[in-house]
């Protein structure tokens, strides 16, 4: 990545028209929890000052330090603005996860990912919205609201990480830090047609976000960028990863034209599931088509049946026990922070009359969570299935295999609506129960002025072919499009 450009100079990575839509004029560090947030909103609580103070060190450090090639190797993200997904820790900020009983949790330390950023010099602008507890695919919540769309204020900028995904397409932010246990840095990237990269299981450290995970989905929880150029996702992983990037080979060069391609199409036709968009479809295929005609490559058509239970699996795998026989934890009991678990019957009672604290999606889940439990023999065999689907993929990829499938049935639906097909997330879920990294790859736009894209799959430590794939296809249909401009 290119040194950054003094502070002065950097106005297109921060435009002031924007600022309206970022934050709100309350002081710094005072978050947004007395009174409704605007509904377009994007950076919950802001650090501009703080933030322009920091850049003006940058200059002074340019200005006298030594020459540009020793700062960027000890600075690699050096005055590069930044925004944090409210989940993770960030010194001084809110860390509610949207969740009223934590309305008044005030950061007193930064996530690993946060604290590594900050040392590479990079610069926080301040935290962004997510859905309650992070287990939903629109963000929206009861501390801080819903945030809107950029390329349409009536769709929803999906879950969890949709705040970072929408202040990302609005350039109102470089770079975004997100985690993804289900699609949430993948479909909020998709939603609002930029990149997002959920590495390998187990590279990147989840410690300082809430919830963490325990128990098996430690497994599952991955941590990763959100960018507007594919370019930028490499050097982000490699700072986030720590000493955990020894594990991937980013340093490998890629030949794409030895990369052994494979494409589905959709999930085989679970019944959970909406059909694939036929946008979403003819937008796949035009890649499919370039790849063969560019590179001369050929592109294998596969049909995997065990992804048609997508959602079945990942549903089984993640409340099932770790190795040592721990239970997964009950959303229930996350609900009541550590406090009395909530009853999700009386909750929804009281939502019905408003008087909840918490959102419709919270609760169903939390009425929802029971049932997985009880076919215990059913859910043994989903288990064994998601662990058979693991070897065929692992054995299917390979070394230098990439598989191209949709990041999501449909472009980004309206508000409220994903309550009507809520497990349309299975598509980005089940590579997390899978281990595998995937990089979610804008596609330009559709027919609508939303955002198309494709998620881009490898085996086990091979994030650097997804990697490579997304920087190639981001020239070739131009990857992210400033909304309005088209």
């Known amino acids: 990545m290119p040194l950054p450009a003094p502070a002065n100079t950097r106005q297109s990575h921060f435009p002031h028209k924007l600022l309206p839509h970022l934050g709100s004029t309350r002081p710094v560090g005072t978050p947004l929890l007395s009174d409704p947030a605007p509904e377009h909103l994007r950076v919950l609580c802001c650090r501009f000052e703080e933030a322009l103070q920091e850049a003006r060190q940058v200059d ?6 030594p020459g540009d090639d020793c700062l ?3 600075f690699p993200l050096l005055g590069v603005p930044i925004t944090v997904k409210e989940a993770f820790s960030l010194y001084g900020m809110p860390n509610t ?3 009223v009983n934590r309305r ?6 930064d996530a690993t990912v946060v604290s590594r950023l900050k040392q590479a010099g990079a610069i926080p602008l301040g935290v962004t919205n997510c859905s309650e507890l992070c ?3 629109e963000s929206s919540n009861r501390v801080y609201g819903r945030t809107n769309n950029p390329y349409d204020l009536q769709r929803i900028v999906g879950g969890s990480s949709g705040g970072e995904g929408s202040v990302l397409a609005a350039a109102g932010s470089v770079v975004g830090v997100g985690s993804d246990i289900g699609g949430s840095i993948r479909m909020p990237a998709f939603f609002n047609g930029v990149f997002g990269h959920k590495p390998t299981t187990g590279v990147v450290p989840n410690d300082g976000q809430f919830p963490n995970a325990q128990g098996v989905r430690t497994s599952y929880l991955c941590t990763g960028p959100m960018c507007r150029y594919a370019e930028d996702l490499e050097p982000v992983l490699r700072v986030m990863a720590g000493p955990g990037v020894c594990k991937l080979k980013l340093n490998e060069k890629v030949a794409l034209e030895k990369i052994k391609f494979h494409c589905m199409d959709h999930d085989g036709g679970s019944i959970f599931v909406s059909p694939v968009d036929k946008e979403i479809l003819q937008a796949q295929k035009k890649v499919v088509e370039h790849l063969e005609s560019d590179l001369g490559v050929r592109v294998q058509h596969v049909a995997i049946h065990k992804m048609k239970y997508s959602f079945q699996i990942w549903s089984a795998m993640m409340s099932s ?8 934890q009950r959303f229930t009991d996350l609900l009541g922070d550590h406090g009395k678990p909530v009853w999700p019957l009386w909750e929804l009672m009281k939502w019905l009359v408003g008087m909840s604290s918490h959102t419709l999606p919270a609760i169903a889940l939390g009425l929802t969570e029971k049932l997985v439990n009880l076919n215990l023999s059913g859910k043994a065999k989903l288990v064994s299935m998601g662990k058979s689907l693991q070897e065929e993929m692992e054995a299917l990829l390979g070394p230098d295999g990439v598989l191209l499938y949709p990041s999501h049935p449909t472009i980004a639906p309206k508000h409220h609506s994903p309550i009507c ?3 349309n997330f299975a598509y980005t879920a089940i590579f997390n129960v899978l281990g595998l990294p995937v990089t979610q790859c804008p596609l330009g736009l559709g027919r609508e002025g939303l955002p198309l894209g494709i998620q881009l799959v490898a085996a086990s430590y091979n994030d650097h072919l997804t990697l ?3 920087r190639y296809l981001e020239k070739a249909f131009g990857g992210w499009v400033l909304p309005g401009e088209v």
């Open 60 to 65: 002074k450090l340019l200005a006298e330090g």
């Open 72 to 74: 960027e190797e000890k």
């Open 97 to 99: 996860s949207g969740l």
């Open 104 to 109: 008044n949790v005030i950061a007193t330390s």
């Open 135 to 137: 287990m939903w695919y």
């Open 321 to 328: 026990k770790d190795s040592e026989g721990q239970e997964a």
């Open 421 to 423: 097909m809520p497990f």
């Open 468 to 470: 490579a794939v997304a």
